[in-house]
């Protein structure tokens, strides 16, 4: 299949307002999408289902599940180069006024100097106009990030968003489960890595910690990896690899004291999404949700060949996810691009440091528009 074959046939499909999904995974140059063919609404019950999830911040809000009818794949797909330098200063709308995220942020570190909380994210919206299809702002993400999952969402009933996220959730493959502690922002100036202060060192170890904890009964053999800087677009971040051996497969249990991390929401976690909910003043949705494959079906041919035996050739098949924290990420509303960011929040934290935060994170999206 040809790219323009592709993306046709994905044009086709959004024209008459059925549910897809389309996206890359970091590193990698194939494209894959599933279709729909009918605008029912799946719903993720208990992580046995087969498709692709898209779920929201609320973990008490519906689970969306693109249960595929068609999948088309391109193998190698190779984005049109885009500069985005000439788009950067892109005119975008505070959604809320400045002095409502400050005070925000102030009374977060008052709650957390009271001892009531040691960290919470807390988040925002900015308003773009986009001018072209979802389709062609897909293909600039693809341009611009390549270690990030880069994805397009729609689904008549839920809206259109996309993507491009530096976090992965959890990864499943044979028994083998893979996460990470993601936190701590610098901006990417001339390719340096950054020196961290200790706020960044803090608030990334909190998130650290609790992936430790939390799958400490659920993860056999549970290994963290070194703490690296992650570049992710114009961003730098600090980043710690968690792995370990999954016996049961059971994805529900897991997700469940996983999501939403501290990287998302903050610590205690009950205390913490109850201050996100109180007080940040607008609904989340979809923005610091999870997205990806979910128990997809992964096709090998093996062959072997014993002494005095025909050389046999058989299939296993195996199965396999592959979440994504949904980060970096805008809602086209029509025309309207709708930009969700945020940063942690920790005794350290300086409201407007924080506030400029969200405007360089907010690049990674209105770099496209
Ligand atoms: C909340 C966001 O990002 C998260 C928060 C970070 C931080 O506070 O430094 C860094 C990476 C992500 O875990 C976002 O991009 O909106």
Redesign the pocket.
């Known amino acids: 299949m040809t790219p323009e074959v592709f993306f046709d046939q994905l044009e086709n499909h959004l024209s008459k307002e059925l549910p897809l999904v389309v996206y890359r995974k970091p590193m990698k140059s194939g494209l894959r999408a599933l279709l729909q063919n009918t605008d029912t609404l799946y719903e993720v019950k208990n992580f046995k289902e087969s498709g692709f999830v898209f779920a929201p911040f609320d973990s008490q809000s519906r689970k969306v599940l693109i249960q595929s009818s068609e999948m088309l794949e391109l193998a190698s797909y190779s984005p049109k180069k885009f500069e985005p330098e000439e788009y950067l200063d892109i005119d975008l709308k505070n959604v809320g006024n400045k002095d409502h995220h400050l005070r925000l942020v102030q009374n977060a570190v008052s709650s957390i100097k009271q001892g009531h909380l040691k960290k919470v994210?807390l988040?925002r919206i900015l308003k773009g106009q986009a001018t072209m299809k979802p389709l062609s702002l897909f293909q600039r993400l693809l341009a611009l990030y390549s270690n990030a999952f880069c994805y397009l969402f729609y689904h008549p009933k839920v809206g259109l968003w996309l993507g491009a996220t530096?976090?992965i959730l959890l990864q499943v493959k044979n028994n083998r489960l893979t996460t990470m502690s993601?936190?701590?922002?610098k901006p990417y100036v001339n390719g340096q890595e950054p020196e961290w202060g200790e706020k960044?060192i803090l608030?990334?170890k909190y998130?650290t910690e609790y992936i430790e904890e939390a799958l400490k009964n659920e993860i056999s053999e549970l290994n963290s990896g070194s703490l690296e800087s992650a570049r992710?677009g114009k961003?730098w971040?600090l980043r710690t690899k968690i792995s370990g051996n999954i016996e049961n497969q059971n994805l529900e249990g897991v997700l469940e004291k996983l999501h939403p991390t501290p990287?998302?929401c903050g610590l205690p976690k009950l205390e913490s999404k109850a201050f996100i909910l109180e007080n940040e003043g607008y609904d989340r949705q979809f923005?610091?949700g999870y997205l990806g494959e979910l128990n997809m079906k992964q096709e090998k041919m093996r062959s072997s060949r014993r002494a005095n035996q025909e050389n046999q050739v058989y299939r296993s098949i195996n199965r396999f996810t592959e979440l994504f924290?949904n980060?970096?990420c805008m809602q086209l509303v029509k025309d309207q691009a709708l930009i969700?960011?945020?940063?942690?929040i920790t005794a350290g934290s300086d409201p407007e440091n924080e506030w400029d935060?969200?405007v360089l994170?907010s690049k990674?999206m209105s770099s496209i528009l």
């Open positions: 994210v988040s530096p976090e993601l936190a701590g922002t960044e608030e990334q998130v992710s961003l971040h990287a998302v923005y610091t924290v980060l970096r969700y960011v945020g940063g942690g935060e969200t994170k990674t």
